[in-house]
């Protein structure tokens, strides 16, 4: 994910990296070309003079851009959701946290190491479900938080994050069997497991539900349309001018329809996607440094790029 403060407007104009261009790059070379031989031959198709009113255009890009509007703002929705379920998911395990070490009271003398295992368990939960929403094994990270027993039992399974949960239900269920948990606690703990499996699920949902196909297909097919179209109608009006105009739209359109795919995937590792190993890395901090758990400083990025 980019993040950066908005500069001058002339470097604005000059910013590559987060900026979608690099990905259109060859479609525009190709509209500008196109553009130029509609120029060089005055509008004609093998001798025959294509004869478009600008006024159709007009109609079309209006058209045009009330829907990409739609299917902006239907993927930005999706975008925003996921930022606010791992928003959730980073109050809920500070709040869980936070009860394990105040409510649980264990008077053995592996107290402490037991506490700071269920904790290991909840940055363990964060990054697999990471790693799931990003198709990726992440076993680095799990082996340095589980036991080897937790990570053998994970072997070959699909869905880790429940199976995490799983484990972290048996210690909770372990403690009230001893005594160190009552009856409300216990049902207050269980609330914030549940949390964390809405928010798991939220997350799933995003991910395994695209936006429409048909949309994506019908937006992508028009802009493409209008945009190899587009000289023929400004060519006799605009002159040698029009070859800039259509690829200053065109920019404009195929931009924003590169934008609504990036984003509408908010969980993938692209530039302007959600920063999921940075959440986990403040995640893993934060309940760390409430249970007193040694660990490294926590880094700030050097660049603009938050992965």
Known sequence: MIVRQRTNWLKMLFIWRGSVLKKIIIQLSIILLFSLSVYYLKGKVFDYKVHLNPTIFTLLGLALAIFMGFCNSASYDR???????????????????????????????????????????????????????????????????????????????????????????????EQQRKGNIDTIVM???????????????????????????????????????????????LVDSLGWMMPLIVLLISYTFIALDAIIQEIGEPFGEEENDLALNSMCRTIEYSIFEQAGIPQGELKKPDSYFID
């Open 187 to 233: 049902t207050s703990m269980d609330h914030q497991l549940n949390q964390f499996s809405n928010i798991s699920g939220g997350c799933e949902r995003i991910f395994n539900t695209p936006l429409p196909f048909a949309y994506s297909v019908l937006l992508h097919r028009t802009v493409y349309l209008y945009c190899f179209w587009l000289p023929f109608g």
């Open 79 to 173: 975008f925003w959701e996921g930022r606010k379920l791992w928003g959730s998911l980073v109050i809920e395990t500070r709040s869980f946290t936070r009860q394990i070490l105040s409510l649980v009271n264990d008077p053995s003398v592996t107290a402490k190491e037991e506490k700071e295992k269920i904790i290991k368990l909840i940055s363990a939960f964060c990054w697999s479900l990471n790693y799931q929403l990003r198709e990726k094994s992440g076993t680095e990270h799990l082996t340095r938080l589980l036991s080897p027993e937790q990570v053998e039992q994970l072997r070959d399974k699909k869905f880790i994050p429940s199976i995490i949960l799983g484990f972290i239900a048996d210690w909770l269920n």
